[in-house]
């Protein structure tokens, strides 16, 4: 079974907090992603990667970065914490040998910015 | 650009009940997924379908790939409390690489015992 870890179930942070959320996956995947989950708006990418040290912007980077130095890992890095970065984030992976092969997801990080 | 257009929103129903939700899209896909998420967890991968016309079972839960590939559509026979949480579906982004998927909004299920 695919296994995908994520280093928190909950967050609080403070505003101007730098915040990491980590990402562990089990499977030798290649590709992992990162989105946020908000009410109303469903799963939206912030970023992915598809090699190790390689990334690319999703649909809302600003305000994001990330970073991924082993190819089981990928970290999401807020530099600066803002209330509106208050969301449920989930990291997924998936193998790259076939576009039919599905993401599998983590639990989840629900982040609280005060 | 692509959007899945996923309904209904949200849905409260009696234990026992059948479900039907629907994903439509102005694109064409070549792969549907539906997803579930139970309260507090990550969407979890409930069924896969690679063809048109498609119609694939897992469980009470059925899914059809529609025969214009722009539609897919998830039913669930007699309901029961634990199928409560948001049903997502998603299709790869056209052209895209590394196998990015977009999402619909989501069809919230609620299940009165």
């Known amino acids: 079974d695919v296994k995908v870890t994520q280093s928190s179930r909950y967050l609080v942070k403070r505003t101007g907090e730098k915040v990491f959320l980590e990402c562990v996956q089990d499977?030798?995947?290649?590709?992992m992603f990162w989105y946020r989950q908000d009410p109303g708006l469903g799963l939206r990418l912030i970023y992915f990667?598809?090699?190790?040290?390689?990334?690319e912007k999703g649909d809302i980077p600003e305000g994001y970065s990330v970073s991924r130095e082993k190819k089981e890992r990928f970290s999401l890095i807020l530099e600066s914490a803002s209330t509106n970065q208050t969301s449920m984030y989930l990291c997924?992976?998936?193998?790259?040998?076939?576009?039919?092969?599905?993401?599998?997801f983590g639990p989840g990080t629900r982040l609280t910015v005060l | 650009g692509q959007q899945l257009n996923q309904s209904p929103q949200s849905m409260f129903i009696q234990e026992g009940e059948d479900v039907s939700m629907n994903c439509t899209s102005s694109?064409?896909?070549?792969?549907w997924l539906w997803y579930k998420q139970d309260p507090g967890e990550g969407p979890v991968l409930l069924i896969a379908?690679?063809?048109?016309?498609e119609l694939t079972s897992n469980g009470r839960l059925t899914a059809q790939f529609g025969i214009t590939r722009k539609d897919s559509f998830l039913n669930i026979s007699a309901s029961i409390p634990s199928d409560v949480g948001i049903y997502f579906c998603?299709?790869?982004?056209?052209?895209?690489?590394?196998?990015?998927?977009?999402f619909g909004k989501g069809t919230k299920l609620s299940v009165k015992p």
């Open positions: 997924a992976s998936r193998t790259s040998g076939s576009l039919t092969d599905t993401q599998y």
């Open positions: 998603a299709g790869p982004i056209y052209g895209g690489s590394q196998g990015n998927l977009i």
């Open positions: 990667s598809y090699d190790v040290k390689m990334k």
């Open positions: 694109s064409i896909f070549n792969t």
């Open positions: 499977m030798d995947h290649e590709n």
């Open positions: 379908l690679y063809k048109a016309g």
